[in-house]
């Protein structure tokens, strides 16, 4: 086995000596650095293990950047390209044994798993570099392509490689549980590795994302982070409440809203209402002002989302969450969210009323095959299972909206109603998104603001638009 390593060792550093990795396919590997780059923020600490040359982590975005390897020629040969950015590090380290004084935000594993003798090992070393919401990027190839690839080295097309590990999704997925991680989303790219003008742009960008022809990819990628514990650290928590035409449901909100963390602020956001929401919002939040810590704003434009965005401006809790002034999700419900988001078990906490069985009257019957069929959209453009996209109740931590604003020039300001622009911004963000199942109830006051068709073709324009830029990208 030492016989086994020295060997894998050697042929990478005489890659490095004769600079001929990444030339021959250098195609492929840009596309998983372009894949990879997606999923980077500039405000990230970023850890590669088995950073080769370094074309990966030099290409994607990070505010701080460290790239190891075990063979001194891969880095030597890094240094000589990227030595000179000022926020990338190249070190020397085998990644059976990590030695470094810092926990990165996100950490990338590409085309490494096949060449190392312990996977599980290698593994369990990230804990020491990882936070409780560091998020990992394992790339490795689908087994399927074994046989087609080692047909590519006998012929020449590929440079021939050491003995790999040929693993499976399930396998590797269940090697980082093991290990004490969780995946949250498995994904496959690339149909075909070759550059050809037009026909790799087709086949790679639209083709592969496609059913059944996804499952031919040949790039796999794992998203994982580290299992959450079971105990839940206390925040205070902003609870913003758009109300419009809403005024017999106001004083019920604050009636069933529950103690929420360490601290609950109520947020009311009135928009532009023809009853006396405003008025009753003003003799509410007066009556209970000093048993709630409760403010309220008129919103600056129209639409739910331009409500959530003035709510959360004037928000000081560490997580905030959104509840409906119509009060079909029940407030009572809230602590579910809390805790979920609260005790790590997601980054962002999504509202699914297509679970239990709903009120009578709670949905009618074409909003709830509108919402069956975003759902199933949803679950295409993601990559992630999802029952219900337009539950108006959405959780997350105020420091990731805050990188969410920051992010949101990528997709536009093109969502109205708001529910798209949070969950195509978190997964945009790389966050694991969670539905917690509510009941939904009927209406006891007032009459839905959604129309039906109108802004149904709203939505189902906002989805083509954003598959550009989350799915066939």
């Not at 297509?354 to 074409?366: C, D, I, N, S, T």
Request: proline letters at 4%; one cysteine or more.
């Amino acid at each position: 086995m030492k016989n086994e390593l020295k060997n894998i060792k050697e042929y990478f550093n005489q890659l490095a000596i004769k600079r001929k990795n990444k030339t021959l396919n250098r195609y492929y590997w840009n596309e998983i650095t372009r894949y990879i780059e997606y999923f980077t923020h500039e405000y990230d600490s970023v850890l590669e293990i088995g950073c080769g040359s370094g074309d990966l982590i030099a290409n994607i975005k990070g505010k701080h950047k460290t790239g190891i390897d075990f063979s001194e020629e891969q880095i030597k040969w890094a240094k000589e390209k990227y030595g000179h950015y000022s926020n990338i590090e190249f070190l020397v380290m085998d990644a059976n044994n990590l030695n470094l004084n810092q926990k990165y935000d996100l950490i990338i594993i590409s085309n490494v798993i096949g060449f190392l003798e312990d996977i599980q090992k290698v593994f369990e070393q990230l804990h020491k570099v990882a936070h409780p919401r560091t998020k990992i990027i394992v790339q490795y190839y689908n087994s399927f392509w074994e046989p087609f690839i080692k047909l590519a080295e006998f012929i020449g097309i590929k440079k021939k490689t050491p003995i790999q590990n040929w693993l499976t999704s399930d396998d590797v997925n269940n090697l980082l549980y093991i290990s004490g991680f969780e995946v949250y989303r498995n994904t496959r790219q690339m149909l075909f590795p070759i550059y050809i003008p037009l026909i790799s742009e087709l086949l790679n960008r639209y083709i592969a994302k496609l059913p059944i022809i996804r499952y031919f990819n040949l790039n796999h990628y794992s998203f994982a982070r580290p299992l959450p514990c079971n105990t839940c650290e206390e925040y205070s928590v902003s609870v913003v409440i758009p109300a419009r035409n809403e005024s017999g449901n106001i004083e019920n909100a604050i009636l069933r809203m529950p103690r929420l963390g360490k601290h609950t602020e109520i947020i009311f956001v009135e928009g532009n209402s023809t009853d006396d929401t405003w008025e009753k919002i003003i003799d509410v939040s007066n009556k209970y002002k000093h048993q709630w810590d409760i403010k309220y704003f008129k919103q600056p434009g129209k639409g739910k989302a331009d409500a959530v965005r003035e709510g959360f401006k004037h928000a000081t809790g560490d997580i905030l969450m959104i509840l409906d002034a119509d009060l079909t999700v029940p407030p009572e419900d809230l602590p579910k969210f809390y805790n979920a988001i609260a005790s790590n078990k997601g980054d962002f906490i999504n509202g699914t009323r297509l679970v239990y069985p709903m009120e009578k009257q709670a949905m009618r019957f074409l909003n709830y095959l509108g919402n069956q069929f975003f759902s199933w959209l949803f679950s295409f453009l993601l990559e992630q299972k999802f029952n219900d996209t337009l539950c108006g109740t959405k959780v997350l931590f105020k420091k990731d909206y805050e990188k969410l604003i920051k992010n949101r020039e990528y997709f536009g300001d093109f969502d109205p109603f708001g529910d798209f622009d949070l969950l195509f911004g978190a997964h945009k963000l790389n966050l694991k998104i969670v539905e917690v199942p509510i009941k939904y109830r009927e209406r006891v006051y007032g009459t839905t603001n959604i129309s039906r068709f109108k802004h149904g073709w709203i939505l189902l324009k906002m989805c083509v638009f954003a598959s550009r830029k989350c799915k066939f990208i």
